[in-house]
Each structure stands twice: as C-alpha cells, then as structure tokens.
C-alpha cells in the first residue's frame, strides 16, 4: 500500500526461480489489495482518481438485499465472438464484465454454471452468482487458494463459500453449489490454478454457453487491465469437455494426461494445460509459430504480401521466453510484419528482441501506466493472444487466433491453464486491429516510466516470491 493506495507491482514480485533451474517470473495483486480488502482506485486518462466502484466495501450495499427481481433469470443471449476491454475508455471498460455478469444473471432455474478463475474478487459477480444459486441454479466455482488464502472472512471467497452451502441438503448432487480452491494447479502437482473460464448449461436463448480468455472474474480485470474473452454458444460438445475438465480440477488432483486438445471442427480446438503427458513434447506456442512462412501472403491475408503476426501478451520470461523471442526475431528478420504489445519482457527477451539482424528492432509497445514513478504498474496489459494472418503452412490466405490464459513463461507449462485457437478472417481480423490499437495508441504514462528495471529481476528471493504468489 502506498499513500493508501494500493499497486501491482513488478518490481516487489519479479524473481528468478533458481531452485528449478528455471527462470520463472511473477506478478503480483499486493498483500495489501488482497487482505485489506481494498480495491484498486479506478484512474481516468489524467491520472486523477475517480470515485469508488462497487469494489469498494464501503460502496456495497448488503447481501441480503438484493433487490425485488434479483432471483428472475434475465434474458440476456449471450453470442459467439471476441469481447474486448479498455481501462481507459469508460464505454468499453466494463465490457467482458458486463458480458459475463449479464450471462449469470440469465441462467434459469435447473441451470448450471461452472468456473475457473484464478481470483475471484468482485461485489457484483459475488452479487450474480449467488442470486443465481438462490434462484435454482447450481453454482461451482474454483480459484486459486494462495489468493482465497488472502482474503478476509468478509470477503468474497469465504462468503460465496458460506452463501453457497445454504439450501445443499434439499438439491441433489449434480445440482449442489460450493466454492472451493485449489492448492497448486487444480489439474497438476505444481503450478497455479491460473485459468480463466467459464460455462452455463444455457442463457437467455443460447445453450451451451462456454467463455475462455484473459480476464479474471475480478473488479481490476476492468479497471486496471486489458483483457479479451472468446465465446461459444450451442455447442453441446464444446460445453461436455470443457466440464469433463472442470470434473477433473474440482478433485484438485493431478490428471493425466493433463494436457488435451479438443478438436471441434476445422476452425476451432480447444486447449487445456498443464503441458504434460507421455506425447507431450517442445512447446505449444513455438509449435503454432512453426508453419509461418513470411512471403507469398495471398488473397485479404497478410499485408502487401507479408505474412502478418499480432501479438498481446503480458510476459516472455525465462528460457521459454527467450525460445519464442528467437522465434519471433528470426520471423522479423526474414519479412514478417509483426507488431507485440505487452507488459513485461526478461531482459535476455528484450536484448533479442531488439537486435538489429538486418531488418532492425522487433517492433513493441509496453502497455502499462505508472503514475507516481515506484516501479509499479497501476494498469498493464492482461491479454495472452496472438493473430497470425498469411502464409501458413502449405495455405497462403490463413486467418489464425490463439488465445487464452497462457502467459509465455516456464511456469505455464505447469498450472492451469485454458485457451481456443480459432481459425476465420472476421475473428483474426478483430484481435489484429485491436493489437493495431493498443500498438498505435500506447496509454498516456504522464510521469515516469512502468518500466521494470532489469536489475530489480531476481533481487527477490525464491521463499519471498512464493510467500506473495500472486500470479497473473
């Protein structure tokens, strides 16, 4: 906390982890935002505060009022698609909230919901799920529990928690409500419980419904990030694995394989982490990179008949950061037009990056504000996606999406962790504008810089890191 104003601060939280031989790098939500139950202050472009949110304890009204229709499903119909946030502007700040809230409070009556979130730390989706659980509706909610472990008897873990046991013994099992955490990964023996999505057997008039991405089902998710969502509506078989999944999580035991790929149709496949398993091998993220070739862009792909990669990514860290950098500049190096925003780079990540090679620096952008100059980040890029737009393979118009809750460091091979790659010109075309975006319209830092100082990396030590394992 600084001048009662709580931060995210890489340099508190940034570390090696030598133990392993690894380099794994974290982020962190304070102790501070965590415990004290204070939410992050919502900041206009002018870096001046603006007033409370419903984040804020003392803005909240009781949960036992909750309003005279507060237990009618609402019929809000979710569709397929991208949503994306920005902090910044007020319109679209709350967009992925919004989407998400609206989808729980139009689940019926004899409905399910079941989430993974990393954290859950938000009045108005406390609010929902738990009108929705007094409704009829069974509600299941995973999260981290080094997070839950850092929250207050008030606050929102242990009081969905409580909220969610009333009335279990008149439901049958399939339709019992809990909140539960999990211990590392939910589906590995290390890790973190990292993922970020969540299904509803049906609402409004889509059934089906299943959301994966970046955002959190917190109040910083909109206020101090950027975050995009991916849906799907009406796919029975999509929403069968992704709760063949969540069955697995809720055991917080280790799956095997714990690595799966569903293959749903030529232009979408989902993924779930951790990276493990007899026929695992090399890396998924350098395995979607592999195929690009960076001349013969045909037809509405590509520009000028390069092949083009948008990526928005909040870490390349470690030796797994550095795999992918190597990658990506020998990509630059040969023609690919390739635009990165993020919020952190190691700092061997960033000397590849910039080498000259010929064809000069990768072209980056950090997207992060820092308005008091501690080295300390008050918004920052949450996104994990990339666009690939080109030659592909032996296909030279290809229209290509991974996106998800993968940050691309070490430590992501072994947590939870959820995503879709997505093939079709309209979706590619959308996160690649929005990376044009944020690449083009970089958020104002107005004093100092957000960046990290590449001496601060590995000054924190393996025990204090963990002690905080705030993570994403």
């Known amino acids: 906390m600084i001048n009662g104003k709580p931060k995210f601060s890489w340099g508190s939280t940034c570390a090696l982890a030598v133990a392993s031989g690894l380099v794994v790098a974290l982020m962190a939500i304070p102790a501070s935002y965590a415990a004290d139950g204070d939410s992050a202050p919502k900041v206009d472009p002018s870096g001046l505060p603006a007033a409370?949110?419903?984040?804020?304890?003392?803005?909240?009204?009781?949960?036992?009022?909750?309003?005279k229709n507060s237990n009618r499903a609402k019929r809000y119909t979710p569709q397929t698609g991208v949503k994306f946030n920005h902090p910044l502007r007020p319109k679209i700040k709350r967009t992925i909230n919004a989407h998400v809230l609206?989808?729980?409070?139009?689940?019926?009556?004899?409905?399910?919901?079941?989430?993974?979130?990393w954290n859950v730390r938000s009045y108005p989706y406390?609010?929902?799920?738990?009108?929705?659980?007094?409704?009829g509706v069974s509600v299941r909610v995973l999260m981290s529990r080094a997070v839950a472990s850092r929250q207050g008897n008030n606050q929102d873990y242990q009081i969905l928690k409580t909220k969610l046991k009333k009335g279990n013994k008149k439901r049958k099992a399939a339709m019992k409500s809990?909140?539960?955490?999990?211990?590392s990964s939910c589906r590995g023996p290390s890790g973190i419980a990292h993922a970020k999505w969540f299904i509803f057997s049906d609402a409004g008039k889509a059934d089906w419904v299943v959301m994966a991405g970046s955002a959190n089902l917190t109040e910083v998710a909109a206020n101090n990030q950027w975050n995009d969502l991916y849906t799907v509506v009406n796919n029975r078989k999509?929403?069968?694995?992704?709760?063949?999944?969540?069955?697995?999580?809720?055991?917080?035991?280790?799956?095997?394989?714990?690595?799966?790929?569903?293959?749903?149709?030529?232009?979408?496949?989902?993924?779930?982490?951790?990276?493990?398993?007899?026929?695992?091998?090399?890396?998924?993220?350098?395995?979607?990179?592999?195929?690009?070739?960076?001349?013969?862009?045909?037809?509405?792909?590509?520009?000028?008949?390069?092949?083009?990669?948008?990526?928005a990514q909040t870490a390349l860290l470690d030796e797994r950061g550095q795999d992918i950098a190597n990658r990506l500049k020998y990509l630059h190096n040969h023609g690919c037009n390739i635009r990165l925003v993020y919020t952190v780079l190691g700092p061997d990540v960033k000397r590849i990056l910039r080498r000259d090679g010929g064809h000069g620096p990768l072209p980056m952008r950090q997207i992060a504000q820092d308005f008091d100059t501690d080295e300390s980040f008050d918004r920052y890029l949450h996104m994990k996606a990339m666009a690939i737009s080109g030659h592909y393979g032996k296909v030279t118009n290809k229209h290509l999406v991974y996106n998800g809750s993968q940050n691309w460091t070490a430590v992501a091979y072994d947590s939870d962790e959820a995503g879709f790659t997505i093939v079709g010109d309209g979706v590619e075309r959308r996160y690649g504008r929005w990376v044009n975006t944020l690449f083009e319209n970089p958020p104002p830092r107005r004093t100092g810089s957000a960046r990290m100082k590449t001496s601060d990396i590995g000054k924190i030590s393996f025990a204090e890191k963990y002690a905080d394992v705030e993570l994403y």
Request: a positive charge.
């Open 52 to 67: 409370p949110d419903l984040a804020n304890p003392t803005e909240r009204q009781s949960d036992k009022h909750q309003g």
């Open 102 to 117: 609206k989808t729980i409070d139009s689940v019926p009556r004899g409905g399910k919901i079941r989430a993974l979130s």
């Open 126 to 135: 406390r609010r929902a799920l738990i009108n929705a659980h007094n409704r």
């Open 178 to 183: 809990w909140m539960r955490s999990c211990s």
């Open 238 to 311: 999509l929403y069968d694995h992704f709760n063949h999944v969540f069955s697995q999580a809720q055991r917080d035991k280790a799956a095997h394989p714990s690595y799966l790929q569903y293959k749903m149709s030529p232009k979408l496949t989902a993924w779930f982490l951790p990276y493990r398993g007899r026929k695992v091998s090399g890396d998924p993220v350098m395995k979607m990179l592999k195929p690009v070739i960076c001349n013969g862009a045909t037809g509405r792909s590509g520009i000028n008949g390069k092949t083009s990669i948008r990526i």
